[in-house]
């Protein structure tokens, strides 16, 4: 994939993938049908889109409800993998992949806080997200834990 840089991009080679295995819990629907289309980043006021999940992950779903807000995770399938310092707008300045969001990255996972309108059964109808139509959905979270964590016990030896 080295053709198509612009000026002052670097690509790397780099190993095939054999550390990790994720199974995608299901698939994304929205009116994103190109790259050309897909806003940079999501928006509160964007469209409604649906985060469809597979038979068995849907029972996951209960207790969601609960929640305004969400986390998306999803692998950016059609994202080159190899760009290891880009110029994002074509502007000249030269950014590392880590300094960017990119959805150009060894790790093609984006990330999107979504609000979440309603659950239709297996789907869940959310605003903010900024994917292409049949992204693959990898995990979604509330955006805050329902549970607060107890803070540790002062050892007795330590001063207030």
Known sequence: MSQNLRENEVAVTAAPPTDAALRFIGHIRTPFTSRALCPRQ???DGPECRLVLRAPWAA???GLERFEFAEVLYWLHE????????????????RGVFS???PVRPNPIGLARVAI???EGPEVIVRGL???DGTPLIDLK?????YTVA???KPADRAP
């Open 42 to 44: 999501g928006r509160p």
């Open 60 to 62: 996951g779903l209960a």
């Open 79 to 94: 994202s080159r993998r190899d760009l290891v310092l880009q110029s994002p707008k074509s502007d000249g300045a030269v």
């Open 100 to 102: 960017l969001r990119s």
């Open 117 to 119: 309108l309603r659950i």
């Open 130 to 132: 900024d994917c292409l």
């Open 142 to 146: 509330p955006d805050h834990c329902a």
């Open 151 to 153: 803070a540790p016990d």
